[in-house]
C-alpha cells in the first residue's frame, strides 16, 4: 500500500514540472528578419526597418494555426518535394533558395534604399520572411516564419537594358513577381507528401539545418511533427490549403483572406471570390483619404474622397492612414484584428517612412526630354482631375494635389462587388470601429501615378501588361506571361512578344504564369481614357510618365 505522503509528493513533483514547462515557454516571438536602428528616435529609419523585417505579431502559437509556418519542416519538404522531380537534386540551402526564387521571392537581394540609420540586415532567409524562435512547451524550440511587408513591397531593380536584378531591391516598390497562390500550394502539398515517410522528413531537416541542437531537434520529433500531422488529418482530403484563388505573380486577394480569417461567407464557397488586386508603388500612396481598389477603408469625420494638398498631409492624416493600414494588414498575417492595433507604433513609423524616406527608384531607361514636356501637358489635360497634379520639374515631378477620385472605369467589377455586406458588419465588432469608416463602395479608386513605371501590369488586377497597351485598348492581348520578366522601355511595363509570351533566349528569375483576361476577375476591359489620344500624343505621355 502506497503511503498518502509519497502520493502527494508525486503529484507535487508533477504540478512542479508542469508548472516549469509553462513558466519556460515561449509562446511568441519577435522577427530576427529586423535590422537594428542606431537611432532610437529616428522615425524614418525605425519605419523602413519596421517595414524590412518587423512581425506585427505574426510569429506566435496563435498564427501558426493559419499563417506562420514551423520553418525547418516546410523548408525540408520542399527540398525533398524537388528531390523527388529531379532526382539529382542536391540537399542544401542553393537548392532551397532557387525553389524560393522561382515564387518570386528574393533570396540574396540587398536593399538598395536603405536609410543610413538603419544597420545591414543579417537575415537567414529571403527578404520579406520574417523569423524567429518559439518554445511552445518549457524546453522546446521551434523556428517559425512568416511573412512580412517587404515580400510584397520590395521590388527588384533593373539593369540598363531592362534586365531584372533580383540582388538589388527597393523598399517600397512592387514585387511583381511574387506568386502566393504557387507559394501556399507548393507548401501544403510537400508537407502533406513528405508526412507519409517522417524519419526522411527529419534526416533532410539535419541536412539543410547541422546548426540545430538536440533541444531543436527533439522538438521537431515529438511536437511539431505530431501537431502537423494532426492538422493534415483536420483538413481531410482537400487539394489546396486555401478555398480561394490567392492571385498570380504580382498580386494579391486581401478581401477573401480577410473574410477567411473572419469566418466569413465567400462566393461560390470560396472557388469564385477571385477579386485579386494588383500590389501597387507605395510612392504618394499618403495622399489618399480612403484605401484600397475601392477606397472602402476612409478617414472618419469628413468628406470620403476629398482633395489632399501637401499642407493637408500632417501627422493627424498620417496617422489616421496608419490606422486604416495596422486594421487590413496585420490580420494578413494571421493576426486577430483586435489585436493589430497593438502594432500601430510600427505602422505609423512606417508611414513616417513613406511620407519623407522614399522615392521610387529612377526610370532606369532612357527618356525623351523633350517628349516628355509635352506629355506633361498631355497629362495636365487628360489625367490629373483623377490621378492628380505634378508640379513643373521635368526631372523628377512630385505631386501638388490629389482629388481622391472614385467612380466607375468600366474595369472588371468583381472585386468591388465582393467587398462583401458582411465583411462591413463584421468590422464593428472590432476595436477599430470608432476610428475607421467602412463601407462598401462598389466602385475604384484612382490612384496616383507616382513610380506608376514599376507596377506593370496594370489597371487594378494587373491585366494590362503595358502602358502603350493601356492607351491603346484594342491592342491589350487575352494572354500574357508574367512573373519575373524584363522591362520594354518604349512600350514602360513587360517585355512580351505579339503572342504574350517572353521573348525567345530571355530566361525569368522566377516561375511565369499565363494570365488569361477571361477568366474570372481577370477581364482586360474598361480605362479607355486615352484612347483618342493620337499616336505621337500617346508617345508623349508615356515619356512622361516615365518620370513620375
Not at 511568441?28 to 523602413?48: H, L, N, W
Not at 480561394?244 to 461567407?265: D, E, H, I, M, W
Not at 501637401?310 to 492612414?321: G, K, Q, R, T, V
Request: charged content about 15%; aromatic content about 8%.
Amino acid at each position: 500500500m502506497v503511503k498518502k505522503p509519497i502520493v502527494f509528493l508525486a503529484l507535487g513533483l508533477i504540478i512542479l514540472v508542469a508548472l516549469l514547462m509553462w513558466l519556460f515557454s515561449q509562446t511568441q516571438t519577435i522577427s530576427s528578419a529586423r535590422p537594428a536602428v542606431k537611432d532610437s528616435t529616428d522615425q524614418i529609419s525605425m519605419g523602413a526597418a519596421a517595414f524590412e523585417g518587423a512581425d506585427f505579431g505574426g510569429l506566435s502559437l496563435a498564427t501558426m494555426q493559419s499563417h506562420a509556418l514551423p520553418w525547418r519542416l516546410v523548408a525540408a519538404a520542399l527540398v525533398l518535394q524537388e528531390q523527388t522531380r529531379t532526382p539529382q537534386t542536391s540537399i542544401d540551402h542553393t537548392t532551397l533558395n532557387r525553389i524560393l526564387a522561382g515564387f518570386g521571392f528574393l533570396p540574396s537581394a540587398d536593399i538598395v534604399n536603405r536609410p543610413s540609420g538603419v544597420s545591414q540586415s543579417k537575415r537567414e532567409m529571403p527578404l520579406g520572411f520574417t523569423y524567429g524562435d518559439l518554445a511552445p512547451i518549457g524546453g522546446t524550440k521551434v523556428r517559425v516564419a512568416n511573412l512580412g511587408c517587404a515580400a510584397c513591397h520590395a521590388g527588384v531593380s533593373y539593369f540598363v537594358d531592362g534586365r531584372p536584378r533580383p540582388d538589388r531591391a527597393w523598399l517600397g516598390m512592387p514585387n511583381t513577381s511574387l506568386d502566393l497562390e504557387a507559394y501556399t500550394a507548393t507548401v501544403f502539398l510537400a508537407l502533406k507528401t513528405s508526412l507519409t515517410d517522417s524519419q526522411k522528413l527529419l534526416a533532410t531537416t539535419d541536412t539543410l539545418f547541422p546548426e540545430m541542437g538536440f533541444r531543436e531537434r527533439q522538438s521537431l520529433r515529438f511536437v511539431v511533427l505530431p501537431l502537423v500531422r494532426q492538422r493534415m488529418v483536420q483538413l481531410g482530403d482537400i487539394a489546396r490549403p486555401l478555398p480561394f484563388p490567392n492571385g498570380v505573380p504580382g498580386s494579391t486577394n486581401g478581401v477573401a483572406a480577410l473574410k477567411y480569417s473572419r469566418q466569413l461567407p465567400l462566393a461560390g464557397h470560396g472557388a469564385a471570390d477571385a477579386g485579386i488586386v494588383s500590389i501597387p508603388d507605395l510612392g504618394d500612396r499618403i495622399w489618399r483619404s480612403s484605401l484600397l481598389v475601392d477606397g472602402s477603408y476612409a478617414i472618419p469625420g469628413g468628406a470620403r474622397q476629398s482633395a489632399i494638398s501637401a499642407a493637408l498631409i500632417d501627422d493627424e492624416h498620417l496617422n489616421a492612414l496608419a490606422m486604416i493600414t495596422s486594421f487590413f494588414t496585420v490580420p494578413s498575417m494571421g493576426v486577430d484584428p483586435n489585436e493589430a492595433i497593438t502594432h500601430y507604433d510600427d505602422i505609423s513609423s512606417i508611414f513616417a517612412f513613406l511620407d519623407q524616406g522614399y522615392r521610387p527608384q529612377v526610370f532606369p531607361g532612357p527618356v525623351d526630354r523633350a517628349m516628355a514636356a509635352d506629355g506633361r501637358m498631355i497629362y495636365a489635360d487628360n489625367c490629373s482631375q483623377c490621378h492628380g497634379t505634378y508640379d513643373s520639374n521635368i526631372q523628377q515631378p512630385h505631386l501638388m494635389e490629389f482629388p481622391n477620385w472614385l467612380g466607375d472605369v468600366k474595369s472588371d467589377d468583381l472585386r468591388a462587388t465582393l467587398f462583401s455586406d458582411e465583411l462591413v458588419a463584421s468590422f464593428e465588432n472590432t476595436i477599430y470601429a470608432p476610428v475607421i469608416s467602412v463601407q462598401r463602395t462598389g466602385q475604384y479608386a484612382a490612384p496616383p501615378l507616382t513610380g506608376v513605371w514599376a507596377s506593370a501590369p496594370y489597371l487594378h488586377n494587373g491585366s494590362v501588361p503595358t502602358l502603350a497597351q493601356l492607351l491603346d485598348p484594342e491592342s491589350r492581348p487575352r494572354k500574357f506571361q508574367l512573373g519575373g520578366h524584363a522591362l520594354d522601355f518604349e512600350k514602360v511595363g513587360l517585355r512580351i512578344d505579339a503572342n504574350g509570351a517572353y521573348p525567345e533566349n530571355y530566361v525569368p528569375f522566377s516561375t511565369p504564369v499565363w494570365f488569361d483576361t477571361q477568366e474570372p476577375g481577370k477581364s482586360n476591359g474598361g480605362h479607355t481614357f486615352g484612347a483618342e489620344l493620337s499616336d505621337e500624343q500617346k508617345l508623349q505621355l508615356i515619356e512622361y510618365l516615365k518620370l513620375l
